[in-house]
């Protein structure tokens, strides 16, 4: 392992970071914290990550993505007194630019309580089979669910439009891999709404969901990069991205535009920052870009 102030992480016997989980995370953060950080992963299954809300809406998180994924973290560390947490939180809508594309933003948080250190990265627009689908009982399926990666990836199946005070509720039903319990659950669902259709959804947790265990793990590996860089100024773990600064100047006029100018880096601990230019070069942009030159 690199030295460096990251190095010396968990001065326990045997240095375990508690992931908040019951989804199969480990299987996408095992590897980088154990080759990045010489920390093993240790499973908090005690922690219900329901309990911060679900996909599919029965609970509402209580607060945005990357809150409600410290306090995941948080919570894990709280119920066992370790001192080493860690959680990931996904957050998949529509894309605010593109129409019909779907944007997935996946964090994730470590939290070091000895050196009262929270360290988040974040992977935005990560390929996502995010999606949903209204039919009927006996239709065909078939397009939709090629589209999505079933039967790899998971389906959920409710009741598109569920009667307010229903006599006998229809469970959602989540997880489902199996092509005949699928059209079960659609004929049950479809029975049960009443317009007589099935709502189909992505089932996005993690461990129906390889396409978001992927990213997971893609993004597990940047935090641990993360972990492992240290604050110029104090020496810290956790120096990284912090935020990005728009305008950069147009090449005709000089006018600043909407793109990236720099990004900003910042400390985990204190408040040192540093500009960081654009990782492509670019000093210039595009007079595309620039309303007055192309209005
Ligand atoms: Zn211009
Ligand atoms: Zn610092």
Avoid: Y
Avoid at 273 to 294: I, K, S, T
């Amino acid at each position: 392992m690199a030295g460096g102030p990251a190095s010396d992480i968990g001065p326990d016997p045997r240095p375990f970071v508690l992931l908040a989980s019951r989804h199969g995370k480990e299987r996408a953060t095992a590897r980088p914290f154990r080759q990045g950080l010489g920390l093993e992963l240790v499973v908090a299954d005690q922690i219900d990550t329901d309990d911060f809300g679900t996909f599919t809406g029965e609970r509402p998180r209580p607060a945005d993505a990357a809150t409600t994924c410290r306090l995941k973290a948080e919570a894990a560390l709280d119920a066992t007194g370790a001192s080493l947490g860690l959680a990931s939180e996904g957050s998949f809508g529509p894309h605010p630019a593109i129409p019909f594309l779907p944007l997935a933003i996946e964090w994730m948080t470590f939290v070091d309580r000895r050196r009262d250190l929270v360290i988040s990265e974040r992977l935005e627009g990560a390929p996502t089979n995010f999606s949903h689908s209204v039919i009927a009982a006996g239709a065909d399926p078939g397009s939709w669910l090629e589209r999505i990666g079933f039967p790899a990836h998971g389906v959920i199946v409710r009741p598109h439009r569920s009667d307010p005070h229903p006599s006998d509720p229809f469970p959602i039903i989540r997880g489902l891999q199996c092509p005949q319990a699928l059209e079960q659950a659609i004929r049950g669902a479809a029975a049960h709404s009443v317009d007589g259709l099935a709502l189909l959804e992505t089932d996005m947790r993690a461990h129906r969901n390889p396409t978001r265990m992927a990213s997971i793990r893609r993004l597990a590996f940047r935090l641990v990069r993360r972990i492992r860089t240290p604050c110029p100024s104090c020496g810290s773990p956790g120096w990284g991205l912090v935020g990005r600064e728009p305008g950069l100047p147009c090449d005709w006029c000089g006018l600043p535009t909407a793109l990236l100018r720099a990004e900003i880096h910042g400390c985990a601990h204190c408040d040192h920052r540093a500009e960081v230019p654009r990782r492509d070069g670019l000093l210039r942009a595009d007079p595309q870009h620039c309303a007055p030159c192309n209005p």
